[in-house]
């Protein structure tokens, strides 16, 4: 039981984690010191979608999951609504790639933001 909760804690850790990766650059507009925090996580989500790595997070959860006697993703809320986002079926090379320029492109479009506006105050 414990090892089923704490993976499935791992897919939650790992969804919030791909969601700080593709819109955290837009907090740093409301907190300009995330970046030093967001950028690194944004580099590290783009290189583990585009170099084809497999984030340590997800053996993390197989190992919790094996060790906790599941052998699959059927089942609770967690397995249901957040694995398909995590790990689509149809996850293919080309789709990573894709997914990977999504997130360089939502940064890109954060951080042109927060530097226009820095640029902005600076000129005011």
Do not use: K
Request: aromatic content about 14%.
């Amino acid at each position: 039981m414990l090892y089923r909760f704490l993976a499935d804690a791992v897919v939650v850790i790992h969804l919030g984690f791909v969601l700080f990766v593709v819109a955290g650059g837009f907090l740093v507009l409301r907190w300009p010191r995330t970046a030093w925090v967001q950028l690194p996580a944004a580099a590290w989500g783009v290189l583990v979608e585009w170099s084809g790595w497999v984030c340590p997070l997800t053996p993390l959860e197989n190992w919790l999951r094996l060790h906790g006697g599941v052998a699959g993703y059927a089942g609770g809320f967690v397995e249901r609504y957040f694995l398909p986002v995590l790990y689509p079926a149809s996850l293919t090379r080309g789709a990573q790639m894709l997914l990977g320029a999504a997130a360089l492109a939502a940064n890109l479009l954060a951080y042109a933001l927060v530097f226009a506006r820095s640029t902005r105050s600076r000129d005011s």
